[in-house]
């Protein structure tokens, strides 16, 4: 069942005589061919139909989320959109699916590009509030939305064409019907290349900033020179997630693991504990806001006890960032309503306490340090930096203002 249909977790429960009953091991009978290996392709026609918009587009996009992941479609989905020629966005466990250095990657234009495109092509990317619930896509465009669950297609904005099937198999269906005609899209290509440069260019000055206190997009930087595609990244936060995803190199499948698309905070540690167990001696690196790390922190403890040498980064800011923003614009500063944190909670210190190590950082040149010393100790650590409240260039839910 986890591996049929839409992928995802099951809930298997034992009754108790089952459980502690006993058998002699030679007489089970193992089960075996029990699952198809066979893929929905989709209904041909609508596969078709797909082709044809995305082969007479002017101005197309494509987006992969976690659904390109889970059937093994990053190659599919890449071919396509070079086919198209059209600019490769991610989200979500898509992340790595597309190495960054790609030529039609991008990751900074995307409100330009949903806005403007005139076909779009979601693959396996629920239309959640990461999409503003469809709102981010122009009245323009035509959506192709494929995708193995049929309830995620059409929900919360309509589309063109909508294919239930599995995505490998029906992204591999659409560029056979597209087949070797030859397509273009030089201008379109080049201006949102254009406004990821001077995106980039613009981030510049925070991404390099002295300021006090220290600017988020500085330590998402900083932390930057500690991933590389042997490091698995665990994003367990809101606001601090957010930016990391923006500006962290995530270049193979699986390397990113987030809260996904309810939000689920604190369960970073628990990912960080599967990262350790199935790639045992490679890096783990945690980023955290400072409120998902008080709802599951104390499970240092058993990293400390299974030996696993986890380092979380908290982007501290003293506050539920995602919440309190919208409490602001809608009841004013003054009527904020049990989203604010401590102020400069030691929370190096309470991983310290469990046996770990803790590092406490407030200046931006202390940030690669405090990280270097993190992963050399060899132990679980916790590397707590204070963060701006309300910094320059981002806005509500850190959302970048370019």
């Not at 596969?47 to 889970?70: K, N, S």
């Not at 600019?87 to 466990?93: F, K």
């Not at 905070?265 to 628990?270: D, M, R």
């Not at 403890?301 to 309190?324: A, C, E, K, Y």
Request: with cysteine; proline share 5%.
């Amino acid at each position: 069942m986890a591996l049929t249909g839409r992928y995802g977790p099951v809930f298997l429960e034992i009754p108790s005589d089952i459980l502690f009953g006993r058998l002699e091991e030679d007489s089970i009978e193992w089960p075996e061919h029990y699952r198809t290996e066979g893929r929905t392709s989709g209904d041909v026609a609508l596969v078709r139909e797909a082709a044809e918009l995305l082969a007479h587009a002017e101005r197309p996009a494509v987006m992969g989320g976690t659904g390109i992941y889970w059937s093994d479609a990053g190659d599919a989905f890449r071919e396509l959109a070079e086919k198209v020629q059209a600019p490769i966005y991610l989200n979500d466990m898509g992340r790595g699916m597309v190495h960054q250095e790609h030529a039609q990657f991008m990751s900074r234009t995307r409100r330009t590009a949903f806005g403007e495109a005139d076909v779009i092509l979601f693959a396996g990317t629920m239309m959640d509030f990461r999409l503003r619930y469809g709102k981010s896509v122009g009245p323009q465009a035509k959506v192709i939305a494929v995708d193995i669950d049929p309830n995620e297609i059409g929900r919360n904005r309509g589309v063109d064409v909508g294919i239930e099937g599995d995505p490998r198999a029906v992204l591999q269906g659409i560029a056979a019907e597209i087949g070797g005609r030859k397509i273009r899209h030089d201008e379109w290509i080049a201006k949102l290349r254009d406004g990821e440069t001077k995106i980039v260019e613009l981030r510049q000055r925070w991404l390099h900033s002295d300021a006090d206190p220290i600017h988020p997009l500085r330590l998402c930087n900083e932390i930057a020179k500690f991933v590389d595609e042997e490091t698995t990244v665990v994003g367990d936060g809101g606001d601090i997630v957010g930016l990391a995803s923006q500006v962290l190199p995530v270049n193979r499948p699986s390397q990113f693991m987030g809260p996904g698309p309810l939000g689920t905070l604190g369960v970073g540690t628990g990912f960080c504990m599967a990262a350790s167990v199935v790639h045992p001696g490679k890096r783990v690196l945690m980023v955290n806001g400072d409120g998902s790390f008080g709802l599951n922190g104390f499970d240092f403890d058993t990293f400390v006890r299974f030996g696993m040498p986890v380092v979380s980064v908290v982007g501290n800011d003293r506050q539920w960032g995602q919440i309190i923003v919208g409490q602001a614009k809608m009841y004013g500063e003054d009527r904020v309503v049990a989203t604010r944190l401590g102020d400069n909670a030691r929370y190096d210190k309470v991983v310290e306490a469990l046996g770990g190590h803790g590092e406490f950082v407030t200046r931006p040149d202390d940030i690669a340090p405090a990280i270097e010393r993190a992963f050399a100790s060899g132990k679980p650590a916790c590397v707590n930096v204070i963060i701006d409240q309300k910094p320059e260039g981002v806005s509500g839910g850190y959302e970048f203002m370019g």
